[in-house]
């Protein structure tokens, strides 16, 4: 019974820390150079968006903290941000339908600019880094694109494997 | 009810958790050595995990990486065929280019190596009847500068030798008349030898060698040209290739055949060397 219930978190947890891996590890063998897509920002909306603002909160929280323990400086500031943008796109779910792929690409976009408009505004603006233009194009821009990319190829997964623990997880209750 | 209990527990998750992580953002300042003690464990856990996916990442990028560059090396592969294909074309048509140039240098080589000799050029105007020159009118004579005993020549062969001349036109004696003979030299060894018209031989348009001593290397294929002992011809003009050559039965000499330079058959124009051999004698 417990099991059951705790599966889906367990499974989530599971992702986010391979993706962590694979954020960390994967992504830089193919390039140090090209931005790399934000997949604890995929996971964080996509979970978000598909599972309901508790879901986006508890992913996020997960992925930023595994953001914090995989690098960066400070401990629980992205796993601050990180759930606030889970929550967010949680938020956002019950207005629209969750079968469309469009909206999500456009969600995790829009989540990744944020969080990268936050975090340059925290170590770059704050340090009188101010041409955002640049930044945007340079780094922004290609990690937006990427991460949408990713986004376009794993949403329905995503969406399947969530319904399917979702009704696993009901049929425990039943 | 249960739905609106569940949205205050997630509210207040989001409280508890907000406030979990400022805790965290507090230590990370305020308590430097609990955060390197957590990134210190972190990292003792994901490090492996990261250096495993690493080496991992390495060997497929190494495999990628070698089918990438065979897939190159078939593409180049493929450009090269075919740029081979293009050279051995071009390469078949320089073969025959060289041939070319080779057979218009050695017709060439003449009148380079004698760049002094003034010539004259001349049309054949006139021929005896018959398919093979024997003697011949060129249309420049005294006029012109032609004098006797001229060397005519034709294609970088020797022709034969200006007999008479008259105003405006000279008699050429070709080399393959009968009885006519010219002091040979083969161009490898050096060996002279006498060069015979033969009218028995001008059906087969061959002319007859002579007096080739036992003892010397000329071969067949070798060059004959006028030897510098000649009284008339000016040396080292080219008369022709050895072909047949064998053994006189006087046991002292050799004898053969000799395939003239010039095409006798087709002669048409021809050019007069204006510049007579100086044999330092009466004159």
């Given at each position: 019974m417990f099991l059951r219930s705790v599966l889906r978190k367990i499974i989530m947890t599971g992702i986010v820390i391979l993706a962590a891996f694979i954020q960390t590890a994967v992504f830089p063998l193919f390039s140090f150079q090209i931005p790399y897509p934000n997949l604890m920002i995929l996971l964080t909306s996509v979970f978000g968006f598909i599972a309901g603002k508790r879901e986006g909160m508890y992913t996020g929280f997960i992925c930023g903290l595994c953001a914090d323990l995989f690098g960066g400086t400070v401990l629980g500031f992205s796993a601050l941000l990180f759930m606030y943008l889970g929550y967010m796109n949680g938020m956002i779910r019950r207005f629209i339908y969750e079968e469309d792929i469009i909206f999500p690409i456009i969600l995790v976009a829009a989540t990744d600019f944020a969080y990268n408009f936050i975090y340059f505004v925290l170590n770059f603006m704050l340090r009188n880094r101010l041409q955002f233009g640049y930044y945007f194009i340079h780094t922004v821009l290609p990690e937006i694109i990427f991460t949408a990319v990713l986004v376009l190829f794993s949403y329905k997964q995503f969406l399947k494997l969530h319904k399917r623990l979702l009704r696993y997880e009901e049929g425990s209750e039943t | 009810m249960k739905k609106l209990n569940h949205k205050i527990r997630t509210k207040h998750m989001l409280w508890i958790l907000s406030g979990v992580c400022i805790a965290l953002i507090g230590i990370s300042f305020l308590l430097p050595g609990v955060r390197n003690a957590v990134k210190t464990g972190a990292a003792y856990v994901i490090t492996p995990i990261q250096r495993g996916i690493n080496h991992m990442g390495m060997w497929f990028a190494d495999k990628t990486d070698s089918f990438k560059k065979m897939d190159e090396v078939i593409a180049e592969n493929e450009r090269l065929k075919q740029r081979v294909d293009e050279l051995t074309e071009e390469n078949s048509m320089l073969v025959q280019n060289r041939y070319e140039l080779e057979r218009l240098r050695e017709l060439l080589a003449l009148s380079n190596d004698y760049p002094d000799y003034d010539t004259a050029a001349a049309k054949v105007i006139a021929k005896e009847s018959g398919n093979w020159f024997h003697s011949f009118n060129i249309d420049i004579g005294k006029n012109q500068g032609i004098e006797p005993d001229m060397n005519v020549i034709s294609g970088g062969g020797l022709v034969g030798i200006v007999t008479e001349v008259y105003e405006n036109s000279a008699v050429v004696e070709s080399i393959i008349d009968d009885g006519y003979n010219v002091s040979g030299k083969c161009a490898s060894s050096s060996d002279l030898c006498i060069v015979n018209g033969d009218l028995s031989l001008i059906e087969s348009g061959l002319l007859r060698i002579t007096?080739?001593?036992?003892?010397?290397?000329?071969?067949?294929?070798d060059m004959i040209l006028t030897s510098h002992i000649s009284s008339k011809y000016l040396p080292g003009i080219l008369i022709g290739y050895v072909t047949e050559l064998t053994e006189d039965s006087n046991d002292l000499t050799k004898s053969g055949y000799l395939i003239p330079a010039v095409d006798f058959e087709h002669i048409e124009e021809v050019l007069v060397i204006k510049q007579l051999k100086d044999t330092g004698g009466e004159k």
């Open positions: - | 007096n080739i001593m036992k003892d010397s290397t000329v071969k067949e294929g």
